[in-house]
């Protein structure tokens, strides 16, 4: 994919996230030492991919040395890929991988106009309600809780029953959220909501991001015009596997 004006956003965001002086080399993975990155939790490694490479954080010398071992010859997608991180020595857990997709005006496809959607406050009652009714693993995917945007909701009567908005992060660009009922899933209506979101990020001169584990959520991004420029995996080492390895290439996945 061409390099765009999109894409230097892009990487600006995710450099001036990992907290120190780098940048995202030709090809390969670039990896620094950064205690503070805001790639991933703390003490975690982050390892953020888009397009032709990547950049990972490691919380000290020892972890990063042991992280350029395990990512030697292997494929550069593969450092986000579903399952690479999952059974490999010394991980402990592993948040991801999820998709990275943006947008611009240009590719914006809004939804048909939805008469039903309206706006509510962040942190509106009606909204908290919603996030009570759904899984811990549903509401933690859907990041709702963080926007600090208005919410934009549709209601079965009285009842929200989906709502999206964003949080604006470094660089302008806006997280955009998105959280439908169970009940309510497969009607379009997280288009039509994460389509209002979007359109107010825009409206702001905001870049909206749209980061998903999962299918469905991708399909709704895609419907709306983000493109997919990589993918984001956070990963948490056992400090003893590490010390243990830190010197020598990590043993064979089992």
């Known amino acids: 994919m ?3 004006a999109v894409s230097q956003r892009v990487e600006e965001l995710w ?5 120190v002086t780098t940048s995202f080399p030709a090809d390969g993975v670039q990896v620094v030492v950064a205690a503070g990155s805001r790639l991933c ?11 032709s490479s990547g950049l990972a954080t490691a919380p000290d010398a020892v972890t990063a040395r042991f992280l350029r071992e395990s990512l030697a010859g292997r494929p550069l997608r593969s450092a986000v890929g579903a399952g690479r ?7 402990v857990d592993v948040l991801g991988p999820a998709s990275l997709a943006y947008l611009d005006e240009q590719e914006f496809r809004p939804a048909a106009e939805a008469p039903g959607v309206v706006h509510l406050p962040p942190g509106h009652l ?16 859907s990041g709702i809780g963080e926007i600090s945007s208005p919410a934009f909701v549709v209601r079965d009567r009285a009842r929200v029953v989906a709502a999206a908005g964003y949080r604006e992060w470094p660089g302008a660009v806006a997280h955009i959220s998105v959280l439908t009922s169970a009940r309510f899933r497969g009607r379009g209506l997280a288009r039509a909501v994460a389509s ?3 359109a107010e990020a825009l409206g702001n001169n905001l870049l909206p991001q749209w980061r998903a ?8 991004a895609r419907r709306l015009g983000f ?15 590490v010390q243990r390895n830190g010197d020598r290439r990590p043993p064979p996945r089992q």
């Open 2 to 4: 061409a390099r765009s």
């Open 15 to 19: 450099v001036s996230l990992a907290g």
């Open 41 to 51: 939790p703390p003490a975690w490694v982050g390892i953020v991919v888009l397009e």
């Open 85 to 91: 991180w999952s059974g490999e020595p010394g991980v």
């Open 126 to 141: 009606d909204l908290a309600r919603l996030v009570a009714e759904v899984s811990g693993e549903d509401m933690a995917e």
């Open 196 to 198: 209002a979101a979007v």
């Open 213 to 220: 584990r999962n299918e469905p959520s991708r399909r709704v």
């Open 227 to 241: 493109r997919e420029l990589g993918g984001q995996v956070s990963i948490r080492f056992a400090s003893y596997q």
